[in-house]
């Protein structure tokens, strides 16, 4: 092998202002693609010489303590990557982005980003816990679960899905118990994971498309189907239209995108009764179907939000501190001890030592450092760093102190204590 790891992104000034020496690949199968060819465009005007890279012609090398890569056989020396990866190569192109992350080299979208957005059931898992409206879902496994599913969603009509479909394809309108149960029957006979999801029948064959880059929907559109079809998909002979997006959705589009970890998202939001309901988010959005709709430089906007976030890596914290053995980030939900709520922050630690609570997350928002004296919320997400052992033993110890009666926490534990 004869790239090292300087060569391949790691070790370089971190610090520096990238301007236009910043080396910028577009990892892309199709180069004459109108979303490739776009970005690409819009790189060269800002100065930059973008390189488009095909996924598939990446090699990795993993071995004690260092990890390389070679593209076509050659190192592959960039700063920062925008990823296209297509559906079918899901699984090779999210082993390279993890590889490229591993070297420290900036990506608009992470392997785990895209691999959360690509399965349908996993990203609604995701988006609802965030509270982020999304339509009623229920994963069935068997064909006696479809009627309780259908229950569940409201009733009939029922949308079903694959969880990994995309372009409309594998998503399914049902207007009978025996049509939606035999639907299912097929679909689990070919192996696919099914969902069974409530009709937005106010939303039906329209949705919104909102692009989001950075912290910001940069554009949006209002698709349509044709005639009698309820999927509104571009790839479908949809028709786009223009629309001014309204604050409500431009926020649970971002905070979609967000919690999914994605810098660059492509979020479908259908118009629900009561305002937005996110209905997935896609890691390599089309930019022909919005530009072309919304007026707007999408592939511009991309462009420079890499130009201006390279210098700032983003780590997985938890990961970063675990290479110091028992360190660690640790989260504690109130929720599971009602018995602290009310307490001051305070009296979970040890006293005179320093609250090792770097953040606080209560109503969609985060308190960083929240003073000792913060009394906590049955809502309230603790969370903690630094030595494990020690924090947890400190934690046991402020549920033990108060009233044994009130006491939440599993036998097993309390004995451990
Ligand atoms: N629950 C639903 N209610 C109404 N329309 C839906 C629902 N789910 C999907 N659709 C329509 O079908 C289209 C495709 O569904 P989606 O879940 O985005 O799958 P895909 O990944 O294949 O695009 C949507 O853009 C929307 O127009
Ligand atoms: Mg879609």
């Known amino acids: 092998m004869t790239t090292s790891m300087e060569e391949s992104g790691v070790g370089r000034d971190e610090g520096a202002a990238y301007d236009v020496d910043l080396?910028?690949?577009?990892?892309?199968?199709?180069?004459?693609?109108?979303?490739?060819?776009?970005?690409?465009?819009?790189?060269?005007?800002r100065g930059l010489d973008p390189y488009v890279a095909d996924p598939m012609k990446f090699s990795l090398f993993v071995a004690d303590g260092r990890i390389d890569i070679l593209h076509n056989g050659e190192p592959f020396n960039y700063d920062a990557v925008i990823s296209r990866i297509g559906h079918s190569i899901t699984k090779h192109g999210v082993a390279v982005l993890r590889h490229l992350e591993q070297l420290g080299i900036w990506t608009a979208n992470t392997g785990a980003g895209i691999l959360k957005s690509r399965d349908k059931l996993h990203a609604s898992q995701?988006?609802?816990?965030?509270?982020?409206?999304?339509?009623?879902?229920?994963?069935?496994?068997?064909?006696?679960?479809?009627?309780?599913?259908?229950?569940?969603?409201?009733?009939l009509p029922v949308v079903i899905k694959v969880t990994q479909g995309t372009q409309g394809q594998g998503v399914f309108l049902r207007h009978t118990t025996r049509e939606a149960r035999n639907l299912v029957?097929?679909?689990?006979?070919?192996?696919?994971?099914?969902?069974?999801?409530?009709y937005i029948a106010e939303s039906h064959g329209k949705d919104i498309r909102a692009l989001v880059v950075g912290d910001r929907v940069v554009a949006s559109m209002r698709r349509r189907a044709r005639g009698r079809e309820f999927r509104s998909n571009y790839h479908l002979?949809?028709?786009?239209?223009?629309?001014?997006?309204?604050?409500?959705?431009?926020?649970?589009?971002?905070?979609?995108?967000?919690?999914?970890?994605?810098?660059?998202a492509g979020v479908d939001l259908l118009e629900a009764k009561n305002g937005p309901l996110v209905l997935e988010v896609n890691s390599s959005p089309g930019l022909e179907g919005i530009e072309k709709a919304s007026g707007v430089n999408v592939a511009g906007e991309i462009i420079d939000y890499v130009t201006s976030e390279t210098a700032f890596a983003e780590i997985d914290l938890d990961q970063l501190l675990r290479t110091v053995p028992g360190a660690g980030v640790l989260?504690?939900?109130?929720?599971?001890?009602?018995v602290l709520v009310g307490q001051p922050l305070a009296s979970l630690f040890k006293p005179n030592v320093d609250i090792?609570?770097?953040?606080?997350?209560?109503?969609?928002?985060?308190?960083?450092?929240p003073s000792d004296e913060l009394q906590?919320?049955?809502?309230?997400?603790?969370?903690?760093?630094?030595?494990?052992?020690?924090?947890?033993?400190?934690?046991?110890?402020?549920?033990?102190?108060?009233?044994q009666k009130a006491f939440d926490v599993p036998a097993s534990e309390e004995t451990n204590a």
Request: glycine residues 6%; proline residues 5%.
């Open 376 to 403: 906590l919320r049955y809502e309230d997400v603790l969370i903690c760093y630094g030595e494990l052992t020690e924090l947890r033993t400190s934690l046991r110890q402020a549920m033990l102190e108060v009233p």
């Open 356 to 369: 090792p609570v770097f953040a606080l997350s209560r109503d969609n928002s985060l308190l960083w450092n």
């Open 23 to 45: 080396r910028i690949a577009i990892l892309s199968r199709g180069p004459r693609l109108y979303s490739t060819r776009r970005l690409v465009e819009e790189a060269k005007k």
């Open 126 to 155: 995701i988006l609802a816990r965030n509270r982020i409206p999304v339509p009623r879902t229920t994963y069935v496994r068997d064909i006696i679960d479809v009627e309780t599913a259908i229950d569940f969603v409201g009733g």
């Open 237 to 264: 002979n949809g028709t786009v239209e223009n629309v001014d997006l309204p604050k409500e959705y431009e926020e649970a589009a971002c905070r979609a995108a967000r919690v999914l970890g994605l810098h660059v």
């Open 331 to 338: 989260s504690l939900q109130i929720r599971n001890h009602p």
């Open 185 to 198: 029957q097929g679909l689990l006979l070919t192996g696919r994971s099914i969902l069974v999801q409530e």
